[in-house]
């Protein structure tokens, strides 16, 4: 294995249990704290309000962290179809981690956010994201 791709499956793996984290632990608590509603909530009430919340700081890391690449990234910018995205495939490898994490919740907690839409979006993602770094092509329009 090639350092980049062990670089990508760190950060694929680190990037799935921080949203663990933030789905099992941070959420309940941040959520208890700021909003002292959240504790009154039904079971099914907190998962979805927590799957909600790792959501929303998912797309704000991915989403600062495209834009940066999208105004910054020189590499990406010099060549978006065949350039070196090393910047792009880690945002990708984020992304994974954190689609693989939702995967994993929403089969877990299949009665309460199940959605056979949520699983084929998923799942095709997951694809779509595995074939540009696997051949090196179009990181910088997957970001």
Known sequence: MEINTKLLISVTCISFFTFQLLFYF????????VS???????????IEWN?????TCHS??????GLYIFLFDEATKADPLWGGPSLANVNIAIASGYLISDLSII?????VIGDKFFIMHHCASLYA??????????????N
């Open 26 to 33: 941070v959420s309940y608590w941040f959520s208890a704290k």
């Open 36 to 46: 002292p509603g959240f504790n009154s909530l039904s079971f099914k009430k907190k």
């Open 51 to 55: 799957s909600r919340v790792v959501s």
């Open 60 to 65: 704000l890391v991915v989403g600062i962290f």
């Open 107 to 111: 089969i877990l907690y299949w009665k």
């Open 129 to 142: 994201y595995y074939l540009v770094l696997k051949n090196g092509v179009l990181a910088y329009i997957g």
